[in-house]
């Protein structure tokens, strides 16, 4: 399974990204919009992990062109805020298929990837 993970804190991407690469996934860490746009250029991936609130960049330009790239690649928003936590994310952005909090612990958010990662 190929694995995106756009997150702005590197330590906690890597996290992440160590849990999954346990679990026999290939992860690649990005930490902002423009390396999110190369990764999408060079691959397609099964499942990204994306930060709502990227310190470089929109989350919505990138889930915008992963859907345009790669429709059915499926993004799960993770934020440390309560901005869209009414669910509108899902109304913006067509690839999304969870909404989850920042300090979700790594075993729950892996679960979640291979949930979904299966229907990509």
């Not at 099964?46 to 429709?71: E, F, K």
């Not at 934020?79 to 899902?90: L, R």
Request: aromatic share 8%; proline share 3%.
């Amino acid at each position: 399974m190929q694995i995106l993970i756009v997150e702005s804190d590197p330590a906690l991407g890597a996290l992440w990204q160590r849990h999954m690469q346990r679990q026999g996934m290939a992860v690649r860490l990005e930490t902002s919009q423009s390396g999110a746009a190369s990764a999408l250029g060079a691959r397609r991936f099964d499942v990204i992990i994306l930060d709502l609130m990227l310190d470089q960049g929109s989350a919505l330009a990138v889930s915008d062109l992963a859907s345009y790239r790669h429709p059915d690649t499926r993004v799960i928003f993770v934020t440390n805020s309560a901005f869209f936590s009414d669910g509108s994310i899902f109304a913006i952005s067509k690839n999304a298929c969870a909404f989850l909090q920042s300090d979700t612990p790594p075993e729950d958010l892996t679960a979640m990837v291979e949930h979904y990662g299966r229907f990509a």
